[in-house]
């Protein structure tokens, strides 16, 4: 079977085949399919398995040639239909100019207060202590 494929068909019609199996006939075919699918290989000694089996065996690989056919055509129509697009998207004129027409302002204003304190000159009014308030009692009103 394919790699990664998580699923097949069992078509219905062998029903009628499976019928004129035994029961422990039929359990054994189903595990084959099963293993084969799987991609197991499996190798019965059941000659009545090996017959039943082989018709269905034929249908499954011609299944997978069709699966692969569709996968390999809608791969290609998905990236022609992705190139259209990205096509349509570069030649629309309108996009791109009101891409274009974004504008850039910017506003900077600057506010710089330096004070130089020439030491020598300083001079502490001796009324305000160290946090700027007035040492003397303001009058109760």
Do not use: C
Not at 92 to 116: C, F, Y
Not at 123 to 128: E, V
């Amino acid at each position: 079977m394919a790699k990664d494929k998580k699923s097949f068909i069992l078509y219905s019609d062998i029903i009628h085949t499976v019928e004129k199996l035994t029961d422990s006939d039929a359990g054994q075919l189903l595990k084959h399919l099963l293993r084969y699918v799987n991609d197991q290989n499996p190798i019965t000694d059941n000659t009545l398995v090996e017959i039943a089996f082989e018709p269905i065996k034929q249908q499954l690989k011609r299944d997978l040639v069709k699966f692969e056919d569709v996968k390999v055509k809608r791969s290609e129509a998905g990236k022609a239909g992705a190139n259209k697009r990205w096509q349509n998207i570069a030649n629309d004129s309108k996009r791109i100019s009101t891409i274009a027409k974004i504008a850039d302002n910017v506003n900077d204003n600057v506010n710089v207060n330096d004070k130089v304190i020439n030491k020598e000159t300083q001079h502490w009014n001796s009324d305000i202590d160290i946090y700027g308030f007035s040492k003397h009692k303001q009058p109760k009103q």
